[in-house]
């Protein structure tokens, strides 16, 4: 499908070589590139005001025809300053322009005209600087504002653009086939295309940008999955199914659906050819360590040897623990590997690993430093993924031979979104939470309540509980907030005097981390005060309370997380939000925390009152940027694309000759991304 397009937009009509640099630095080389070079927003001609009614120091646009053109005045050297005055009969206003003779030049007197730009001075004497200036009588009243590169104006863009889109004819833009064009109620692609570029009215805007939002969803989901057969390579490991009685029968609880549900689908990845690539997808205390403790199982009935690797040495010790009591009354061998071991307790693992003496390693990083050689590795488990670099999971995916990859994270992200941001991996999820979890009491209350909630908490401790007291993480100069180490200080002086207080936060040496943790752990503490470094799936089921601080600064999906921390136990558990924001907004947010205890729905909302960028600030790794789609406000878009790009793929469709243009798009796509 070779056109015009494709060709350098050096060729185009109005661009030229040395604007063909300028471009480049937008990104775009070819014609084909300037069509989807988009317009960020526009400038709306289309609604003036009256003149008397330009709030000034504002931006308007008013209607006006020029009355008078003054001399050009130079006010010193290479700055030129024109006047003209303009009126609306009913008023005037004195219009100044720096500089552009040009424009000066082309505005007539007699002629009506639309003005945008800031207006200055009183309501008697109204001036207006530096406006854009369109001709009353222009049929494009709504003007694109494209991002811009030093030497190229919105004018310039502009017309390259409209030059640009006269050379795309429909059939060269098209690359969706027309059933689905018209089953997703979609408007053909160049009709799109003229409609975002050069909009004859606000409302046609939407259904174009749709369209839009829709290609670029579409293919990134189809190159997500494109990806995810790429990486299906054969395996050694072909699994057989064990008896999993041995295993269930040493749990000390009744699995629930969802986790036998995403057993089920291990089992049957781990059966195949290929290599598992699967996420599950949690709330926290869903029970996905039982999960991991399954395929671990799994493998080590087959003879494979499995890692399980955690972000820290205390959530590592304690997987240790779960795995350990799990596994080994079906004679599976369970190893712990962390850094604080001594240089020979870690020889001792290490060559018990490379001699397949231990069938499941259980760590951190340790688990892939030099050293650690596997004999048959053929599972390897990433908890809470998103606290591991790519690199270092791909450094542990190198150590084995095609293993099994399971990796679990505890951001309950709805569906749609997981399947863009983890597009490559098949996805579980754990939507049920074991029976007999109690919820976890939330109230958000202003400082003024503080009083109360510590006398509340303090009577928990004497109970024999222990508390959490979160407070967001202080960067230097922030000083409305308290620094975690001063924040205990003061509480150990006042309202928990007589208590033993921990102080937890993420400056603090890891080894001094855990030790504080573990001591929490053990009961040695009463009240931690700490920053969101708790977050992680540590079990203090003793711990029942939690005040978080400055609640509104953390989001939704974060609190809930943190509030997962409590609740681990038999005691019923609390959890106060203390928060001096007293907008709508801010109490929207936290009531819905107090109203629903899913993770999901939590997150959708989230979604929902703050966009994805929580989500993907973490987790979007080497994707293509999204230039139009928005995963937040487009999400029906995002459902629908979802589903055409299934169907494409499920019915093999995507390999035929008729989706030869959306198979070229998904390529440049993410060739774009890795280039
Ligand atoms: P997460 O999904 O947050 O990682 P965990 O795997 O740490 O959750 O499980 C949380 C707690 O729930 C653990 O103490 C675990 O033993 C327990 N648990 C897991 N599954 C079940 C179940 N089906 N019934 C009862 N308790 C369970
Ligand atoms: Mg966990």
Known sequence: MSSRLDESVKYLKGVGPKRAELFEKLGVKTVRDLIYHLPRSYLDFTSPVPIAAAAPETVCIIEAEVVKKDRPAMIRKGMTVYRLLATDGP??????????????????????????????????????????????????????????????????????????????????????PADIVKKAGLMPEAEALKKVHFPKSREEIPEARKRLAFDELLTLRLGMMTMRERVRSKTTFSMKRPDMEGYFSALPFCLTKAQKRAIEECMSDMEKETPMNRLVLGDVGSGKTAVAAACCYIAAKNGAQSVMMAPTEILARQHFASLKSALEPSGVRVGLLVGSMTKKQKAEVYEACALGEKDVIVGTHAVFQQGAEYKKLGLVITDEQHRFGVAQRSALAKKGKDPHRLVMSATPIPRTLALMIYGELDISVLDELPAGRKKIETYAVTGKMRERAFAYVKKELSAGGQAYIVCPAVEEGDSGLKNVSDYAKELAKGAFSGFRIGVLHGQLPSAEKEKVMQKFKDGEIDVLVCTTVVEVGVDVPNASVMVVEN????????????????????RSSFCILITDNVSEESKKRLRVLSSTSSGFEISEADLELRGPGDFFGSAQHG?????????????????????????????GRITLPGSAPLRARVESLFERAEG
């Not at 999204?626 to 793929?649: P, S």
């Open 551 to 570: 609640a509104d600064r953390f989001g939704l999906s974060q609190l809930h997380q943190l509030r997962g921390r409590v609740g681990r136990g038999e």
């Open 91 to 176: 008023d005037d206003i004195t219009v100044t322009i720096f500089n552009s003779q040009y424009l000066f030049d082309s505005l007539k007197v007699g002629e009506k005209y639309l003005l945008c730009g800031k207006v200055t001075g009183n309501l008697a004497r109204k001036e207006m600087s530096s406006p854009t200036v369109i001709k009353s009588c222009s049929e494009d009243k709504i003007r694109p504002n494209y991002p811009l590169t030093a030497g190229l104006s919105q004018n310039v863009v502009g017309n390259c653009v409209k030059n640009a889109l006269a050379l795309a004819l429909p059939a060269d833009v098209e690359f969706l």
């Open 623 to 651: 994707l293509p940027p999204l230039k139009i789609a928005d995963l937040a406000a487009d999400r029906e878009t995002v459902r629908l694309a979802q589903d055409i790009a299934e169907a494409l793929f499920d019915t």
